[in-house]
């Protein structure tokens, strides 16, 4: 287990930011970590890095208690806080070799890191630039450049793509996918097709209580589990179907594909319908909701 979680409580004066909450983080996943404004996703990750001390509560990183052992989880840890902090003025180069020396890499054995991490963040003509002439792309990658200096096992990546434009954002999903290979990774976003395209699993946290902890396949499946995609050879009538046991509505999706909400999965019936009738069903699915209304409807209020 790389990140546990166990029963953590943050409170800031009368506000308790987050509520007992318990999850565990397996090898080389790469964890999505959803909520609305303010719903303790950063404070959490804050706790996990050592940032921030615990209310009540344990949380291990590669077994270790940051409660007791934080320097040897801090050479473990790759952090990229919200808002990305950076020292615009200093130079690219200038910036890795002071983020290395505190992790406490000198020398050769630094240089080389440096060159071989500048060029896995795409990084090569930025080198040698202030980091405050950088676009926030830029920023962006030097902020993740930073968090894997010391190539850590475990990536804590507070909302990496906010504010980038859409070509950028691509391009840092990519590199994150591309350095996360054999890393564990926890990541928050606002933004439902990252979770989608980078996380195998997702972890929603309303107002610091964690509301669903799952695969992103579970969580969308579950959303329209019961809606039928069927698509036929030829065209067939299948408005008497609306009267059959447990379907719900029938719409038609276009000439041989049809759309099919019943109360429960009937795929098996739907088989079975299509064998009694003579409709020559070529294709059968269930419906896969998106992670933006699965969100919406596990957040709402
Ligand atoms: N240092 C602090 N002192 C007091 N309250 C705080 C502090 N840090 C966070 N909070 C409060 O804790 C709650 C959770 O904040 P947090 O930053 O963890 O939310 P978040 O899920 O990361 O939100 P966002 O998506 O907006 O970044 C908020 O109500 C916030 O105001």
Redesign the pocket.
Known sequence: MSIKVVNVV?Q??E?R??KNISFEIDKGEIVGFL????????????MITGN?PLTEGQIFVNGLDVKSELDSIKSQIGYLP?HNPLYLDMYVHEFLQFCGKVYGIKGQVLIARINEIVAQCGLLKEQNKLIGSLSKGYRQRVGLAQALLHNPSVLIL??PTTGLDPNQIIEIRELIQSISKDKTVLL?T?IMQEVQALCSRAII?KN?EIVANETVDELTTEEQSHTIKIELADVADLSSWKEKEKILSIQKANKLTYLIKASEDIRKQIFKWAGEEGVDLVGISLEKGSMETVFQKLTKD
């Open positions: 943050k800031f004066g506000q930011a987050v909520g609305r404004n303010g719903a303790g996703k950063s404070t959490t990750m804050k921030l919200e507070d909302e928050s606002h946290i610091g």
